[in-house]
Each structure stands twice: as C-alpha cells, then as structure tokens.
C-alpha cells in the first residue's frame, strides 16, 4: 500500500543555514529558500537598532557587576536575532520572550525603567502587557512555548489575524513544555512562529551534550510543520525568514520552526563562570561572525552608511545608555500592599487577612 505524504509534511530543512550577507558583509552564495533580502533601508534601521541594543546590554552588564542590580542574562552577541525577529511582527502580534530576551523588549518599545524594574526586585513584570503586546518574560524554562500557543489558538477561535512569536533557547528545546507546544500548534495549526536561539549552551551544557539530532530545526517535521535554519548572526536572513512565517501564520498555514545558528558571548548570568566550561579560543571564533559588525560592513559597501551616520547611530546608543544609568539611579516608589493587588479577582478572606497583619507591621514599624 501507498501512502501519499504532503510534500510540505516530508521535507526537512536545509543543512547549510540561509543566509544572505556573509561575515564579510558581502552577499553569500548560501540557500536563501525562496526568501527576499530586505531594502538596504530597513536594513539601516535594523543596524541602529542593534547597536542600541548592544550599547544596552552592555551599560545593564556594567551596572549589575556594581550591585545595581541582582542578576542579569546577556543576549550579547545575539541581537540579530532578538531585533530582526520582533522588528518583523506586527502591533497586534503578541511576543512571548525569555528571561535573556531584554533586546526584544527594548525594540518592541517598552522603556527601560520597566524593563529593568524586575531585574532589580522592583516588581514581578515591570510594564502592562496589553500595553506593548508582549508577556511578562519567562523565568521557568520553556512555559512561554505554550502561553504563545494558547493565545494563537484564542486569537485564531476568536477570528483576529494576529500571531504570535515565542523565543526559546537550545536547552528549551529539550524541555517538555517545548514538545507539547510544537505538537498542539502544528495539530491546531495555531499562528506561532517559534524562533530558537540556539546559542551553543544551555547555562555550561553544550549542545552536543543535549541533543544528537543533526540540527534542532529537524523537529519540525515530525510535528508536520516547516522548519528552516537560519544564521542568527544576520540579521537580514532572520528578518526574512521570520516575516515570511508571519505571513505563513496569517494566511492560515499555521506555525514554524525557525533555528537560528548564534553564540552566547558573555556569562550566562553575571553569576556564571563560563571559563569553567569553554575556552577563550571559542569565544575568540565566533566574534568573527559578529552581526553588528558583518552588517556594517555590507551597508558602507553598499552606500547607505558613512562615518557621519555612524557616529550618529553610536550617539544615539549613548543617550540610550545615558537613560539607562538615571532609571537605575532613581530610587522605585514600592507599595509592599501591592503584593496583593493582583492575586485573586475576588480576593479571599485568607488573603485579605495576610494583606492586614502585613500593613499592621509596617505600621508598627513606622512608628517605632
């Protein structure tokens, strides 16, 4: 007996990731899969934001090694990812981050003050999530793969054409949690597009340690959905790819898997010891793929960019930074009351007891 398979259910994804500007910031002769290079002039603005955000991430670094903040992961290295893919989504699409995707919200607008607030134990989130279309950003590894599916299959029940997006890393993609949401997306054929930031590690677990599959995006098939592997580190390659599964989810064709091939360059938290498990020559490899700079290069070569616009973008990155360093040295009005503000609809009389043997305590220590 023949059994007739949907050539879009036995494909598998290409091995040579695509690509279309090289480390040398000049076009490669890499697999593009059918996908358009964006104009030079998205391509600058997706430049300025990378460097905003590495500025970002490296004013953030510098004030948690101070103690101005508890912990902080880094996503240096890794901002083609995080910029290009949620430059790519629309205002009513919703974004599903991680605790190290910072770039994402910064670019999907959020300020920094609110950003940072959970960082440095202000409060659980820090901004309104219906405000900027994005979910508090997961700690617990792997939950936000299936709180970006369940608001996709609500989003397409309630006949909206909004999608959502969910970055998880390497070490995720083992996770349970992970499985269920490629296996309930691809059935229901939710709007998701999951983007897996496969950065070598999962905190001092390198890959070869996790998985023996020939590359991650091989998954998707036996979901019965598109994957395709991407180089993380360019960003006009993420950028493509991500719009065009966007479209793909809007259009009703359900999720996507997109791999993207990156490096973490720094600790995976400030309380990380990363020389434990790899080696300076590694580190030292991979910076010669560097985003930021790769994309410089393709823009001077191409005529968009000069020193004068550069030097314009990097001032800007200081006046970022400049915001950065004042939220961090404002002291946060905290309301401990608030512990309790959004527990329950209906709060319940247990609680309500907590909330007055608690405000009869700092009271009393008021007065003492």
């Not at 609110?114 to 409060?123: C, K, Y």
Request: proline fraction near 6%; hydrophobic fraction near 40%; charge should be negative.
């Amino acid at each position: 007996m023949t059994i007739d398979v949907p050539t879009s259910r036995r494909s598998l994804p290409q091995l040579q990731p695509v690509s279309f500007i090289g480390a040398d910031g000049q076009p490669t002769d890499a697999p593009t899969e059918g996908l358009s290079i964006p104009s030079d002039r998205t391509l600058l603005g997706l430049y300025q934001k990378m460097v905003q955000v590495r500025r970002f991430e490296a004013q953030v670094t510098h004030l948690t090694k101070q103690g101005r903040l508890a912990t902080y992961p880094s996503a240096a290295g890794q901002e083609a990812i995080e910029v290009g893919a949620t430059t790519a989504l629309a205002p009513g699409d919703w974004l599903f981050p991680t605790y190290r995707d910072t770039a994402s919200l910064l670019t999907r607008g959020v300020p920094v003050t609110e950003i940072l607030s959970a960082f440095r134990g202000d409060w659980h989130c820090g901004f309104d999530p219906n405000e900027y279309h994005t979910s508090p950003a997961a700690t617990p590894l792997a939950t936000q793969t299936l709180h970006a599916t369940g608001f996709a299959m609500a989003a397409k029940l309630k006949g909206t054409d909004a999608c959502t997006l969910t970055f998880l890393g390497d070490g995720a993609s083992s996770e349970g949690d992970t499985h269920e949401a490629f296996n309930f997306a691809s059935v229901w054929q939710t709007p998701t597009v999951f983007v897996l930031q496969n950065n070598q590690y999962a905190i001092s677990t390198p890959l070869r340690e996790q998985s023996n599959a020939t590359m991650l995006a091989d998954r998707a098939a036996g979901y019965g959905m598109p994957g395709i592997r991407v180089d993380g580190n360019d960003i006009a390659a993420v950028f493509a790819a991500v719009t065009a599964a966007l479209e793909r989810g809007r259009d009703g064709e359900g999720p996507t898997l997109i791999e993207c091939l990156t490096y973490r360059m720094e600790s995976h938290t400030n309380s990380d010891d990363p020389t434990k498990y790899r080696d300076s020559e590694e580190v030292e490899h991979w910076k010669q793929f560097d985003p930021i700079d790769r994309l410089e290069k393709h823009l001077r070569s191409a005529g968009v960019l000069d020193d004068d616009g550069a030097e314009e973008i990097a001032a800007s990155a200081e006046v970022l930074a400049t915001a950065v360093r004042d939220a961090m040295n404002t002291e946060a009005e905290i309301d401990p009351a608030e512990l309790f503000a959004h527990v329950y609809a209906n709060p319940r009389a247990s609680l309500a007891r907590q909330q007055e043997t608690l405000e009869a305590e700092l009271a009393a220590a008021v007065q003492s």
